[in-house]
């Protein structure tokens, strides 16, 4: 079970969400046939714009998180909805590079360590906000901690891993956010880089199957007295659907689409971070065609 879990700290001005998502990252993978190293860096993604998504309060506002850097992969998307159900893509998933010298996967390699981390929050407002920092490392939890720092302000300690497994499948995912508030002195910030530091890193910690997403937090707090604000399952999730589809060829307009109508007959869309294919017939086509006003 993939979950998320929201504490704050009852003695000190810190919050923070953990989350465990190994199916939410295996799903990502089978969908787009990445191979370890893209497995990795999307995973890593898809955690922080779910527990950013989790942060936001109104029903149906969104961020979106998207790494564009110099590296093979090209760009990464990860989409979240207020409840923390992600999806994403990469731009090329089946790119391969060497470990790095710990063993590790070289997901800042793979990303590129010049490039742009773009945070987008849709709080279904007339204008989205928009956040945009340089990449520090491209291993993407670095980049999201800087994008607190820079953009919004908050002092923040993020980590994600994806523990990929010897048949490319997923084996652990997980990540947290940990994250001070207002009035925060330096005895608070020594005691959460304490903690932050005796975690380690969380692929290690999550081998051990009785750490969860609160076990986290428990491991990184441990010098606070936590409670539990929320906590709640989260899953890989795509809203898209043909009436959606139907709704963006109609935003062409009646030009584009005579054209299309024209050229080829038919459509055959697939979308980006699920995969579904939506074909439209001829027919079909000229019925939108009548709709946009053609």
Do not use: W
């Not at 779910?50 to 942060?55: F, I, L, R, S």
């Not at 720092?149 to 993020?158: G, K, L, N, R």
């Not at 009436?243 to 005579?258: K, N, T």
Request: aromatic share 4%; proline share 4%; glycine share 10%.
């Amino acid at each position: 079970m993939d979950e998320i879990i929201r504490v704050i700290a009852k003695d000190a001005p810190v919050k923070a969400s953990a989350i465990t998502g190994r199916s939410l990252v295996e799903r990502a993978r089978q969908i787009h046939k990445t191979l370890p190293v893209a497995t990795a860096a999307l995973g890593r993604t898809l955690m922080a714009a779910a527990m950013m998504g989790d942060q936001l309060k109104g029903e149906g506002a969104s961020v979106t998180l998207r790494f564009k850097g110099d590296g093979p992969i090209g760009s990464i998307t990860a989409v979240s909805d207020n409840e923390g159900n992600p999806r994403g893509f990469v731009l090329e998933p089946a790119i391969i590079l060497p470990p790095k010298a710990n063993g590790h996967l070289d997901v800042g390699g793979a990303v590129g360590r010049s490039g742009t981390l773009t945070v987008i929050k849709d709080l279904d407002m007339k204008e989205p906000y928009v956040g945009m920092v340089p990449l520090t490392s491209g291993e993407i939890a670095e980049d999201v901690t800087a994008y607190f720092a820079v953009s919004e302000q908050i002092p923040t300690a993020c980590a994600l891993g994806v523990l990929v497994d010897t048949d490319q499948s997923v084996l652990r995912a997980g990540g947290y956010l940990i994250q001070l508030l207002p009035g925060a002195d330096d005895s608070v910030i020594d005691k959460v880089e304490a903690g932050v530091a005796r975690l380690g890193e969380v692929t290690k910690a999550l081998r051990n199957e009785d750490v969860d997403a609160e076990g986290l937090l428990r491991l990184a707090l441990a010098d606070f007295d936590l409670e539990v604000l929320d906590r709640h399952e989260v899953a890989y999730r795509c809203d898209c659907s043909r009436e959606r589809v139907e709704r963006a060829l109609i935003s062409m307009g009646p030009g584009e689409l005579q054209s299309l109508i024209d050229e080829q007959g038919k459509a055959e869309l697939t979308c980006q971070f699920c995969d579904e294919i939506y074909e439209f017939s001829g027919q079909e086509l000229q019925g939108l065609l009548k709709r946009a006003g053609g």
